[in-house]
């Protein structure tokens, strides 16, 4: 479903009021249920059938369990981090110390690390209508930095 509600396939509040109903179904089930929701003119948008959304998800599961156990080391000399809030989207970082507590463990790694908050939630960041505010502060980020 998180591929989904990234896609604009469905919305994000669906998707989260539905979530513990679409725990119980087989994976067939909720593919079923996310290509009755989704716009037919997304989906032909984006050229997606249910072997590519399935792909897809299992893609996204693997990228989740693999950063279950990434352990990161080293240092860089710069980062640039852009944050809306905690990974589950709904509850935004409202105090310095809950976005330290969140992302800012970066801070370990990092010799010159910044951080910007930006519009929506870790899904629907680069969305519309979100997508213009992102852009704007990735810009002139990336125009201070020469790049």
Known sequence: MTVAVFLGLMGEGYAYE???????????QVLDHIFELAP???????????????NWAQLAWQLKVIAHDYNP?????QMDVFYTGPLIGLVKAKTMEERKG???MWDDFVDDVSYY???G???T????????????VFKRVMDERGL
């Open 125 to 136: 960041l680069i969305s519309p209508p979100y997508l213009v505010g992102f852009w704007k």
């Open 73 to 77: 080391e080293g240092r860089v000399k």
């Open 40 to 54: 037919p003119s997304r989906l032909d948008e984006l050229c997606m059938t249910r072997e590519k959304l399935d």
């Open 102 to 104: 969140f992302i800012g």
């Open 121 to 123: 939630t870790h899904r």
């Open 117 to 119: 908050e930006v519009e």
């Open 18 to 28: 539905n979530l513990p109903a679409m725990r119980k179904l087989t994976q067939t």
